[in-house]
């Protein structure tokens, strides 16, 4: 089943099993995903694809500064045929949430999906909602552009499980695409292969996969590496860490495992821990790159030992 599930969203996103492998791990072990990268590479492509391969409900929400919190949670209305208000689901309520360049949105908005991501409801008017089964945010936004843009708070990277970036095309992908002429939709044509009732019992079933003593030792002291290491001014949360062990489960089900090994760990820290922490300041107003953080987490993940 899991086969056909990465067969079908990688019809749609050829060329980057990476990405795929990451986004599914991060859907089966209840986390959510922000994508970092150039407009046109497929963002939207691979949202649309895992919404429909999993037969679930897409919404996508294009963020912008004048953006409120209640265009995504919704609102309540006076029904003057019931002489009451009726509250109206925003577009939050759905299986997928697309959140198109979160960056744009104000710190406001940005923080109305924060107990969405970590709890799975909503609170409006002091009444908590809770969200759909299964509940994914797929957040995109571009690392070139700055202007407008409201960079994340800590406390909002933080709710996401997984940082990837898509990237260009195979040069013998993108041949095949300049030759269909258009703008084909990919995503169009991916299947059904599960349904979210069965999505909801595989997340369960991440929950059970074994991760023993000696990994979880292991994780830990890379957790510790990354708050002592000089070359980090903030190293990883417990909240990291719980999301790295969480991850490790869904690569283990991902490849037909029922525990985990130290390569689940090992393989998945970059993309979990990288967006987490936040590198020493070289010089005032100076903004590490992605690819400085990713390359320290690399680095102090290289040297700690791996149990045997």
Known sequence: MLLKL????????EGKPEAVELALIALLARGH???EDVPGVGKTTLARALAKAVGGELRRVQFT?????????????FDQRLGQFVFRQGPIFANVLLADEINRASPRTQSALLEAMNE????IEGTATPLPEPFFVLA?????DFAGTFPLPESQLDRFMVRI???YPPPQVEMRLLLQGGEPDRARNVPQVIDPAQLVALQREVDR??????????????LAATRSSPTLSLGASPRAGMNLARAARGRAVLHGRSYCIADDIHDLAVAVLAHRVR????????????????AAVRDLVARVPVPL
């Open 140 to 144: 995109t936004q571009n690392p070139q």
């Open 165 to 167: 970036r898509i990237g």
């Open 6 to 13: 990465r067969s079908a969203v990688e019809q749609a996103l």
């Open 33 to 35: 995903v922000l994508i």
């Open 209 to 222: 996969v074994e991760l023993d003593s000696s990994l979880a030792t292991y994780l830990q002291a890379v």
């Open 65 to 77: 500064s004048d953006l409120l919190p209640s265009d995504v949670l919704g609102v309540s209305v």
């Open 279 to 294: 590198l020493s300041a070289h010089a005032e107003g100076y903004m590490p790159t992605r690819d400085e953080c990713e």
């Open 120 to 123: 799975g409801q909503v609170s």
